[in-house]
């Protein structure tokens, strides 16, 4: 079964063909990010305007290798995201399951981020534990199934990438700042592999609950560049990744302990970050654990997570009754 994805909630317009929810036929990506660098974050009405110039070049280069007429179904993403944005895939996608009498599968980004797992010659085994660390968003949930996720916690004010966006606006690094921070990171780490990085807070790490807080690192960020001016900024990127990889490390581990998955998955941009994927791998291997990560293209923002997640939870749609939900959760079934 093909499927044709469409993926539009932020600041990426993308759209992709995906067989049997495992195979990449094809996947095409525009990102409007470069855009943004210069306001140092989104404004949601530039996006949706690159959006709706991006949808049909992106939809069309997608369908080169596959006639619309071979697609079974069109997935595409309704929230959570812009509401500008998230409406121009939406109409994109009705529009052409309207013409084409194509059935609609309407997929929740946020679980489409997990999937990004399935497009593998080897799929995980459930209950997967599943840490799920976006821009917007940081969850961590037991995936039982297809369709049945339990939340068992996530951030309770900054979503693990908004906080290395917010740090590296501070440090006057550019945006998305996870990959800025990450490479900065990289530079002092490679340098000085023995140094200790503890200069940062870890909230909430010894706390009974699988729940995360950020917003005291970019604080703290700023307390410090304020009183230490000539500070190597390299240094500040490795402390402030450290902060945030430990953290992130000791709940999914402590969750772990407590329900007993039989994998141990990572998703959203955040994966893509290098010293968390080695951390996590590290860990498992200690933990005997099956482990998985995508690569990093299909950990940020992409079409081919919603293709496979629509393939994997067929739940066909009217035309008329698909509507964007900015504020859909994890927890919600589209
Ligand atoms: O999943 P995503 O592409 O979009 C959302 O659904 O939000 O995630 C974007 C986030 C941004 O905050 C960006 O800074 C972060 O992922 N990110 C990274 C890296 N690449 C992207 N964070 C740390 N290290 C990276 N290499
Ligand atoms: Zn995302």
Redesign the pocket.
């Known amino acids: 079964m093909k499927i044709l994805g469409i993926e539009s909630?932020?600041d990426?317009t993308a759209a992709a063909v995906v067989e049997d929810g495992v195979k990449i036929i094809s996947s095409v990506v525009a990102s409007s990010a470069e855009m943004h660098v210069k306001t140092g974050g989104i404004i949601p009405e530039k996006a949706a305007r690159e959006q709706l110039k991006s949808i049909i070049p992106v939809i069309n280069e997608a369908l080169k290798e596959t006639k619309i007429e071979n697609i079974d179904a069109i997935g595409v993403t309704i929230g959570p995201?812009l509401i500008g944005s998230l409406l121009v895939g939406i109409e994109a996608a009705r529009t052409l399951a309207y013409t084409f009498r194509k059935p609609i599968i309407p997929v929740n980004?946020?679980i489409a981020?997990i999937y990004a797992n399935f497009i593998n010659d080897k799929v995980p085994q459930f209950p997967c534990l599943c840490l799920v660390?976006?821009?917007?968003?940081s969850d961590l949930v037991l995936m039982k199934d297809h369709g049945h996720l339990e939340w068992i916690g996530g951030t309770r004010d900054d979503?693990?990438?908004?906080a290395?966006?917010k740090t590296?606006r501070l440090l006057g690094l550019p945006?998305?700042?996870?990959?800025?921070?990450?490479l900065g990171a990289k530079t002092f780490i490679d340098n000085n592999p023995d140094f200790e990085l503890s200069l940062f807070p870890r909230p909430m790490i010894n706390d009974d609950n699988f729940d995360f807080s950020f917003s005291g690192l970019k604080t703290a960020v700023l307390r410090y560049t304020e009183n230490n001016k000539d500070i190597d900024k390299n240094r500040l990127c490795a402390e402030i990744?450290q902060a945030i990889v430990d953290v992130l490390l000791k709940k999914t581990i402590k969750a772990v302990g407590f329900y007993k998955p039989k994998s141990l998955l990572l998703a959203?941009?955040?994966?893509?970050?290098?010293?968390?994927r080695e951390n996590f791998v590290k860990k498992a291997e200690e933990l005997n654990l099956p482990f998985y990560c995508p690569p990093?293209l299909l950990?940020?923002?992409n079409a081919a997570t919603i293709a496979s997640c629509a393939f994997f939870n067929q739940k066909l749609y009217p035309v008329e009754k698909i509507e964007a939900n900015p504020e859909l959760t994890i927890n919600d079934a589209p």
């Open positions: 909630s932020c990426e995201g980004h946020l981020h660390v976006s821009g917007g968003h979503a693990a990438g908004e290395f966006d590296a945006y998305p700042g996870g990959p800025a921070i990450g990744q959203g941009g955040v994966a893509a970050n290098n010293h968390l990093r950990c940020t923002d």
